[in-house]
């Protein structure tokens, strides 16, 4: 039997148990499982799965340094004590099977180190899109292709505040409250609504699709506390839909961008149809062309069924291990360096910009000829209404550098009839 110490007994804990706990039916290898340990904070806490009261234990310290004990299975979140218990297991020995992507985006080069030293596995496919499979793919199947964007719709909680936002015209403020209070969005809703947690995941997936590793302060982080109810209608009228997208980009000098922030998205785009808690990602490459990966973000089930799917693999593995094979170059991350990050100024994309300005004659032409003034090009430019307090002015550009872009709107803005500038996303085809 291969025997497994879970770290926490949450939401993803207990899915997990559970699965291990009924496998009939499921991978042959589930079989040779047996819940060893569970480390929990309170012991007498009703729990929604059935273990042998002397499996659980609060003393978690007990667990990573078990010598019965072959696969640590670490769904506790956050960054302490998750890490020193980690690298302590490793230390130990023992393979790593983890969710927590906030610790692998920001500690993932010192947890590889030692986890490569040791010879042991650490395996996250739960960290990112919960249940949908696409860290496995990006290390084996995906990566024959040479990767240039992956970009994805990897936070749940935004997507379905987005998604009402859009169906019903409402404001963020109150589709929040209406979140948290159905549990679609935590009571501190910090980490989803301002990219932070999409930041972690695109993080994790940049360093898998191109091979080396990310800073995670290098990645530039937008949420969507400031969408509001009229850009969504300016984005619906425009044949658009505003989407939170993680988005990691090679440029072909190999260098790297990779940032989060609400972006109009074509409503033809593969990913403008993905709605609710629904998650999903866009993978491109050469000679493969798009791949995408749809499906549950979140949840006990679907994020167990990753966690799951982990320990089958390492389970796998140490089977051909016991063989005599060396350890399995497809399943620990090799990298050996940072990435080089792209220079925001250079890169190259489209703009929505709202602006509110004084009914004066000319106006749509002086915006016109100082963007032009900056090479940028419009595609297109509405004004819906005029009201005695001015008008309102909606540009969408073609593509354009980030610097040109800045410099022109430094410009309009000193135009006598802009009164300010509300919104500026950025747009996707
Ligand atoms: N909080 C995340 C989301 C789920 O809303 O998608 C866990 O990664």
Request: charged share 20%.
């Amino acid at each position: 039997m291969v025997k497994i110490g879970i770290l926490g007994l949450g939401t993803v804990g207990t899915g997990t148990a559970q699965i291990l706990l009924d496998p009939i039916g499921r991978h042959h290898l589930l079989g040779k499982v047996e819940i060893a340990k569970v480390g929990v904070q309170s012991i007498d806490k009703p729990r929604n799965v059935q273990l042998a009261p002397e499996t659980l234990t609060s003393d978690l310290d007990s667990i990573v340094s078990d010598p019965n004990i072959d696969i640590i299975v670490e769904v506790m979140g956050g960054i302490e004590p998750a890490r020193s218990l980690i690298l302590k297991a490793i230390a130990h020995g023992k393979h790593i099977v983890t969710a927590n992507k906030a610790l692998i985006s920001r500690f993932g080069d010192e947890i590889y180190t030692a986890a490569n030293q040791a010879g042991v596995y650490v395996m996250l496919e739960a960290a990112v899109g919960g249940g949908i499979p696409v860290i496995q793919p990006l290390k084996q199947s995906l990566s024959v292709n040479r990767i240039n964007r992956v970009t994805g719709i990897i936070n749940g909680t935004t997507n379905y505040i987005l998604t009402r936002m859009t169906e019903e015209g409402g404001e963020f403020a109150d589709i929040l409250a209406d979140a948290q209070a159905l549990g679609y969005a935590e009571a501190d809703p910090t980490a989803d609504v301002d990219g932070l947690d999409a930041g972690d995941k695109i993080a994790i997936l940049a360093s898998l699709a191109f091979g080396d590793r990310i800073k995670r302060e290098e990645v530039h982080c937008a949420g969507i506390r400031k969408v509001g109810a009229t850009d969504i209608a300016y984005a619906t009228k425009l044949g658009y839909v505003i989407k939170l997208l993680a988005i990691a980009e090679r440029s072909p000098d190999a260098s790297v961008a990779v940032r989060v922030h609400p972006t109009l998205l074509l409503k033809s785009h593969p990913l403008a149809s993905v709605n609710g808690v629904f998650n999903a990602i866009l993978v491109e490459g050469d000679p493969l062309g798009q791949v995408m990966l749809f499906g549950p973000g979140a949840g006990a089930g679907a994020t167990a069924s990753s966690v799951v799917s982990d320990i089958v693999v390492v389970i796998g593995a140490m089977l051909s291990k016991s063989s005599g094979d060396a350890m399995n170059p497809l399943m620990n991350c090799p990298h050996q360096k940072y990435a080089t990050m792209s220079l925001l100024e250079n890169l190259v994309g489209r703009f929505y910009v709202r602006f509110r300005t004084k009914d004066l004659p000319g106006t749509i032409g002086y915006i016109g000829t100082t963007f032009g003034n900056h090479h940028v090009s419009i595609e297109s430019i509405v004004q819906t209404s005029v009201s005695k307090n001015g008008a309102e002015i909606v540009v969408i550009t073609g593509e354009v550098t980030e610097s040109n872009f800045q410099q022109a709107l430094k410009a309009i803005e000193q135009l006598p009839a802009i009164q300010s500038i509300p919104a500026i996303l950025n747009v996707v085809r």
